[in-house]
Protein backbone atom coordinates (compact mmCIF):
# COMPACT_ATOMS: atom_id res chain seq x y z
CA UNK A 1 0.00 0.00 0.00
CA UNK A 2 2.60 2.49 0.96
CA UNK A 3 4.35 2.08 -2.71
CA UNK A 4 0.93 2.98 -4.01
CA UNK A 5 0.94 6.16 -2.23
CA UNK A 6 4.35 6.74 -2.99
CA UNK A 7 4.02 6.11 -6.91
CA UNK A 8 1.10 7.73 -7.17
CA UNK A 9 2.48 10.68 -5.68
CA UNK A 10 5.30 11.05 -7.85
CA UNK A 11 3.36 10.89 -10.44
CA UNK A 12 0.03 13.04 -9.79
CA UNK A 13 0.49 16.35 -11.17
CA UNK A 14 -0.45 19.45 -9.30
CA UNK A 15 -2.22 22.15 -11.14
CA UNK A 16 -3.09 25.82 -9.81
CA UNK A 17 -5.65 28.24 -10.25
CA UNK A 18 -3.81 31.72 -10.49
CA UNK A 19 -1.72 32.51 -12.97
CA UNK A 20 1.74 34.51 -11.74
CA UNK A 21 3.18 37.69 -13.55
CA UNK A 22 6.70 38.18 -11.55
CA UNK A 23 5.57 38.53 -7.95
CA UNK A 24 2.35 39.07 -8.06
CA UNK A 25 -1.10 36.28 -8.92
CA UNK A 26 -4.01 37.26 -11.20
CA UNK A 27 -6.67 35.16 -11.16
CA UNK A 28 -7.97 33.49 -14.14
CA UNK A 29 -10.81 33.82 -16.39
CA UNK A 30 -12.98 31.17 -17.49
CA UNK A 31 -12.16 31.91 -20.76
CA UNK A 32 -8.41 31.26 -19.43
CA UNK A 33 -9.32 27.78 -18.06
CA UNK A 34 -10.97 26.94 -21.35
CA UNK A 35 -7.95 27.99 -23.15
CA UNK A 36 -5.95 26.28 -21.01
CA UNK A 37 -8.32 22.71 -21.42
CA UNK A 38 -8.11 22.86 -25.00
CA UNK A 39 -4.24 23.63 -25.34
CA UNK A 40 -3.34 20.91 -22.73
CA UNK A 41 -5.69 18.14 -24.34
CA UNK A 42 -4.00 18.75 -27.89
CA UNK A 43 -0.50 17.87 -25.90
CA UNK A 44 -1.91 15.28 -24.51
CA UNK A 45 -3.11 13.60 -27.77
CA UNK A 46 -0.23 14.67 -29.39
CA UNK A 47 1.72 12.88 -26.59
CA UNK A 48 -0.14 9.80 -27.17
CA UNK A 49 -0.05 9.64 -31.01
CA UNK A 50 4.30 9.88 -30.42
CA UNK A 51 3.93 7.14 -28.13
CA UNK A 52 1.79 4.47 -30.08
CA UNK A 53 2.42 6.04 -34.12
CA UNK A 54 6.16 7.00 -33.69
CA UNK A 55 7.67 5.06 -30.63
CA UNK A 56 6.11 1.84 -30.94
CA UNK A 57 6.35 1.49 -34.94
CA UNK A 58 9.98 2.48 -34.82
CA UNK A 59 10.75 0.03 -31.83
CA UNK A 60 8.77 -2.99 -33.71
CA UNK A 61 10.83 -1.97 -37.14
CA UNK A 62 14.37 -1.88 -35.31
CA UNK A 63 13.51 -5.34 -33.97
CA UNK A 64 14.22 -4.11 -30.49
CA UNK A 65 11.51 -6.62 -29.12
CA UNK A 66 12.97 -9.15 -30.25
CA UNK A 67 13.76 -10.39 -26.57
CA UNK A 68 11.02 -8.99 -24.97
CA UNK A 69 7.20 -10.92 -23.94
CA UNK A 70 4.48 -9.87 -26.14
CA UNK A 71 2.43 -10.01 -22.80
CA UNK A 72 5.35 -7.08 -21.59
CA UNK A 73 4.70 -5.19 -24.72
CA UNK A 74 0.64 -5.60 -24.37
CA UNK A 75 1.16 -4.35 -21.01
CA UNK A 76 2.96 -1.01 -22.07
CA UNK A 77 1.41 -0.03 -25.24
CA UNK A 78 -1.82 -2.02 -25.34
CA UNK A 79 -4.21 0.05 -23.03
CA UNK A 80 -3.02 3.48 -24.50
CA UNK A 81 -3.44 2.65 -28.06
CA UNK A 82 -7.35 2.28 -26.96
CA UNK A 83 -7.13 5.60 -24.51
CA UNK A 84 -5.39 7.50 -27.80
CA UNK A 85 -8.54 6.20 -30.34
CA UNK A 86 -11.15 7.74 -27.98
CA UNK A 87 -9.23 10.89 -27.52
CA UNK A 88 -8.97 11.76 -31.38
CA UNK A 89 -12.49 10.54 -31.95
CA UNK A 90 -13.72 13.55 -29.31
CA UNK A 91 -11.53 16.19 -29.85
CA UNK A 92 -12.99 18.13 -32.49
CA UNK A 93 -15.83 18.67 -30.06
CA UNK A 94 -13.96 19.93 -27.54
CA UNK A 95 -12.15 22.12 -29.68
CA UNK A 96 -15.79 23.71 -29.94
CA UNK A 97 -16.42 24.66 -26.59
CA UNK A 98 -16.33 28.27 -26.27
CA UNK A 99 -18.06 28.62 -22.84
CA UNK A 100 -18.37 26.62 -19.64
CA UNK A 101 -21.34 25.34 -19.93
CA UNK A 102 -20.19 23.63 -23.29
CA UNK A 103 -17.08 22.45 -21.70
CA UNK A 104 -19.32 21.12 -18.90
CA UNK A 105 -21.46 19.08 -21.27
CA UNK A 106 -18.61 17.70 -23.45
CA UNK A 107 -17.28 16.35 -20.11
CA UNK A 108 -20.38 15.15 -19.19
CA UNK A 109 -20.92 13.31 -22.76
CA UNK A 110 -16.56 12.08 -21.72
CA UNK A 111 -17.02 10.83 -18.29
CA UNK A 112 -19.16 7.42 -18.90
CA UNK A 113 -16.09 6.90 -21.95
CA UNK A 114 -13.57 7.02 -19.02
CA UNK A 115 -13.97 3.75 -18.31
CA UNK A 116 -11.85 2.82 -21.11
CA UNK A 117 -9.15 3.74 -18.66
CA UNK A 118 -9.52 0.82 -16.12
CA UNK A 119 -6.75 -1.62 -18.21
CA UNK A 120 -4.41 1.14 -18.54
CA UNK A 121 -4.73 1.69 -14.50
CA UNK A 122 -4.30 -1.87 -13.70
CA UNK A 123 -1.25 -2.21 -15.31
CA UNK A 124 0.03 1.16 -15.09
CA UNK A 125 2.80 0.60 -12.22
CA UNK A 126 3.90 -2.51 -14.04
CA UNK A 127 3.81 -0.48 -17.96
CA UNK A 128 5.74 1.98 -15.92
CA UNK A 129 8.53 -0.01 -14.70
CA UNK A 130 8.63 -1.84 -17.64
CA UNK A 131 9.71 1.20 -19.85
CA UNK A 132 12.65 2.28 -17.00
CA UNK A 133 14.03 -1.42 -17.52
CA UNK A 134 13.95 -1.23 -21.02
CA UNK A 135 15.40 1.89 -21.48
CA UNK A 136 18.10 1.13 -18.61
CA UNK A 137 18.68 -2.56 -19.65
CA UNK A 138 17.99 -3.02 -23.65
CA UNK A 139 20.39 -1.00 -25.72
CA UNK A 140 18.84 -1.83 -29.07
CA UNK A 141 15.89 0.13 -27.09
CA UNK A 142 17.61 2.75 -25.77
CA UNK A 143 18.90 3.50 -29.00
CA UNK A 144 16.23 3.68 -31.31
CA UNK A 145 14.63 5.89 -28.50
CA UNK A 146 17.16 8.32 -28.49
CA UNK A 147 16.79 8.25 -33.24
CA UNK A 148 13.06 9.01 -32.34
CA UNK A 149 13.90 11.86 -30.26
CA UNK A 150 17.09 13.24 -32.30
CA UNK A 151 13.65 13.64 -34.79
CA UNK A 152 11.38 15.29 -32.74
CA UNK A 153 11.41 16.45 -29.08
CA UNK A 154 9.96 14.06 -26.60
CA UNK A 155 9.98 12.91 -23.43
CA UNK A 156 11.28 9.58 -21.90
CA UNK A 157 9.70 6.42 -22.86
CA UNK A 158 8.75 6.40 -19.04
CA UNK A 159 6.96 9.63 -18.63
CA UNK A 160 5.36 8.99 -21.94
CA UNK A 161 4.37 5.81 -20.78
CA UNK A 162 2.43 7.87 -17.36
CA UNK A 163 0.61 10.39 -18.88
CA UNK A 164 -2.65 8.80 -18.89
CA UNK A 165 -2.23 8.38 -15.62
CA UNK A 166 -1.56 12.29 -14.83
CA UNK A 167 -3.85 13.19 -17.00
CA UNK A 168 -7.27 11.67 -15.30
CA UNK A 169 -6.48 13.65 -12.38
CA UNK A 170 -5.49 16.93 -14.43
CA UNK A 171 -9.21 16.88 -15.77
CA UNK A 172 -10.77 17.10 -12.36
CA UNK A 173 -8.57 19.76 -10.93
CA UNK A 174 -9.08 21.47 -14.83
CA UNK A 175 -12.86 21.72 -13.77
CA UNK A 176 -12.34 22.32 -10.66
CA UNK A 177 -10.66 25.34 -11.70
CA UNK A 178 -13.25 26.39 -13.89
CA UNK A 179 -15.50 26.08 -11.10
CA UNK A 180 -13.96 28.67 -9.29
CA UNK A 181 -13.49 31.03 -11.88
CA UNK A 182 -17.72 30.94 -13.37
CA UNK A 183 -20.37 31.87 -11.38
CA UNK A 184 -24.59 31.36 -11.82
CA UNK A 185 -25.96 28.32 -14.06
CA UNK A 186 -22.19 28.12 -15.66
CA UNK A 187 -20.86 27.02 -12.04
CA UNK A 188 -23.86 24.69 -11.56
CA UNK A 189 -22.81 23.17 -14.87
CA UNK A 190 -19.36 22.43 -14.22
CA UNK A 191 -19.76 21.24 -10.88
CA UNK A 192 -21.83 18.74 -12.72
CA UNK A 193 -19.24 17.58 -14.84
CA UNK A 194 -16.60 17.72 -12.13
CA UNK A 195 -18.73 15.22 -10.40
CA UNK A 196 -19.54 13.03 -13.00
CA UNK A 197 -15.58 13.16 -13.78
CA UNK A 198 -15.42 12.78 -10.70
CA UNK A 199 -17.74 9.08 -10.48
CA UNK A 200 -15.52 7.91 -13.41
CA UNK A 201 -12.12 8.44 -11.43
CA UNK A 202 -13.77 6.37 -8.18
CA UNK A 203 -15.39 3.34 -10.59
CA UNK A 204 -11.62 3.24 -11.71
CA UNK A 205 -10.10 3.23 -8.87
CA UNK A 206 -12.36 0.43 -7.36
CA UNK A 207 -11.87 -1.57 -10.62
CA UNK A 208 -8.04 -1.16 -9.64
CA UNK A 209 -8.54 -2.66 -6.04
CA UNK A 210 -10.72 -5.30 -7.07
CA UNK A 211 -7.69 -6.11 -9.95
CA UNK A 212 -5.29 -6.29 -6.99
CA UNK A 213 -7.28 -7.97 -4.58
CA UNK A 214 -7.88 -10.79 -7.69
CA UNK A 215 -4.32 -11.40 -7.67
CA UNK A 216 -3.13 -11.06 -4.57
CA UNK A 217 -5.63 -13.96 -3.99
CA UNK A 218 -4.15 -15.92 -6.99
CA UNK A 219 -0.81 -15.29 -5.23
CA UNK A 220 -2.09 -17.18 -2.39
CA UNK A 221 -3.73 -19.83 -4.39
CA UNK A 222 -0.31 -20.71 -5.29
CA UNK A 223 1.53 -20.64 -3.35
CA UNK A 224 -0.62 -22.98 -1.27
CA UNK A 225 -2.61 -25.65 -3.93
CA UNK A 226 -4.17 -26.93 -1.11
CA UNK A 227 -6.78 -23.62 -0.81
CA UNK A 228 -6.99 -23.52 -4.15
CA UNK A 229 -10.56 -24.51 -4.47
CA UNK A 230 -11.70 -22.01 -1.50
CA UNK A 231 -9.64 -19.26 -2.63
CA UNK A 232 -10.57 -19.03 -6.41
CA UNK A 233 -13.04 -21.04 -8.65
CA UNK A 234 -13.59 -19.74 -12.39
CA UNK A 235 -17.38 -20.04 -13.19
Not at 19 to 34: E, F, K, M, R, Y
Not at 72 to 100: M, N, W, Y
Request: net charge neutral; glycine share 2%.
Amino acid sequence: MICHVLFFLHCFVRLKGVSTTGNQAIPLTGIDVIKEIKASESNYISALRDLCDLVHPALVSANAFAYIPASDIRTVFGPVQAIKLLHVELVADLQQCDSAVMMAEFFKKLAPHLKIYVPYFNSCEKACALARSWVTEHSQIASTLMACSSSKAMPSLPDMVIKPFQRMFQYKLLLDRLAKSVNGPEHEAVNGALVAVDHAICHINTCKRTFEQFHALVEIQEKNHQCQQFLYCPA
